[in-house]
């Protein structure tokens, strides 16, 4: 599809994005109660704190305006395509939830098809994470596949988030990610819908093969493309160590399972990141300030460096002097936070 009829539809892909994210806002504020009764009845949101969802939205709504973006300028490339998808996969994702949980919870039986909207909302986010750890890695940034290798690849990540999305779709009983809901599409004594599982290792083996692709194409690469590579892989970095920390967190934390309101924070802040990695995505296919990555990923090396060294000081002073002094005598963090103030600029 060309010219004037595949810009109509672009736009209107993207204008049901930004309809169903409006959707999404007004049903999360009329969840606002049901996420905050502090009683054994409390629902909790699946991964982050209340506001996780949201952010999600949020990040939906941003790759879909970056892929409207790519695909108005830069017509029949694929990024921009994949971006728009993940987006609307992603809002489609969100607002079943929050209508589920609105029809289901909040308001029993005040809106129609709770639970099958909620069922919507179970396997949906398995469609836009998978197509943007996957598909998107392989095809950035030129818009195709450059091997058979990654072909492949992609064959592997497709048939995971397949049998991915089958699985959460099918399984009986309550939803596997919302189970304050049962799946009204259950099928009940089927045996093979476990072995669907699989699926999930699949889509992990082909993020890794997808990942190892684009180091190859990196190394390869020169000037514009070598810049667009550095603004996907520092945004994706970002968001691998926000997701590792919170992870690290949970298990040196014990609330692997899901337990404390700081593992909860730090699972937003993984959320929030998604969003970074679709603007870089927009910069680098547009080429608007393409190579300022250089200058970001100088500093953000400097100030990291920085952070970690001020505060090995800081709690190295604190443990000495307080091998002299009582560990609350306010003089031990006065020495301490002066000694860093003084040395911030130095460093």
């Known amino acids: 599809m060309r010219g004037r009829p595949r810009q109509w539809v672009l736009t209107t892909l993207l204008g049901v994005s930004l309809v169903i994210a409006a959707v999404f806002a007004v049903l999360w504020v009329l969840n606002s109660d049901l996420w905050t009764v502090a009683n054994s009845s409390r629902v909790e949101a699946a991964f982050g704190t209340r506001f996780a969802p949201l952010l999600l939205t949020i990040d939906g709504v941003v790759f879909a ?15 921009g395509t994949v971006c728009l998808g993940i987006g609307l996969a992603i809002v489609v994702s969100t607002v079943a939830i929050e209508y589920g949980a609105y029809a289901v919870l909040s308001n029993p039986g005040g809106l129609p098809g709770g639970e099958v909207a909620a069922w919507l909302g179970n396997w949906a986010w398995v469609l836009g994470m998978g197509l943007m750890a996957t598909v998107l890695v392989l095809i950035f940034p030129g818009g195709e596949l450059t091997s058979r290798g990654d072909r492949v690849t992609m064959l592997v990540g497709s048939a995971g988030i397949a049998t991915s999305i089958v699985f959460f779709a099918l399984a009986p009983g309550p939803l596997t990610s919302l189970p304050w809901a049962d799946n009204p599409f259950g099928i009940t004594g089927a045996d093979w819908l476990e072995w669907l599982s699989v699926g999930f290792a699949a889509v992990v083996a082909s993020m890794v093969a997808a990942g190892w692709s684009m180091r190859r194409r990196y190394r390869r690469s020169t000037g514009i493309t070598r810049a ?17 920390g919170q992870f690290v967190y949970s298990v040196l934390s014990g609330t692997l399972d899901g337990g404390s309101a700081a593992q909860r924070w730090f699972q937003t ?5 998604f969003g970074v ?23 953000t090396v400097s100030y990291a460096l920085l952070a970690g060294l001020l505060g090995l000081v800081y709690f190295g002073l604190i443990a000495l002097l307080t091998t002299f002094l009582p560990s609350d005598d306010p003089l031990v963090v006065a020495a301490a936070t002066l000694a860093v103030a003084a040395l911030f600029n130095p460093l």
Request: cysteine-free.
């Open 228 to 244: 667009q590579i550095k603004w996907f892989a520092g945004s994706a970095a970002l968001l691998v160590t926000t997701y590792a």
């Open 65 to 79: 305006v970056v892929g409207w973006l790519v695909s108005t300028h830069r017509p029949g490339h694929a990024v």
């Open 269 to 273: 802040l993984t959320i929030a990141t």
């Open 277 to 299: 990695l679709g603007v870089s995505i927009g910069i680098a296919v547009l080429r608007y300030r393409l190579y300022d990555i250089d200058r970001i990923i100088s500093r």
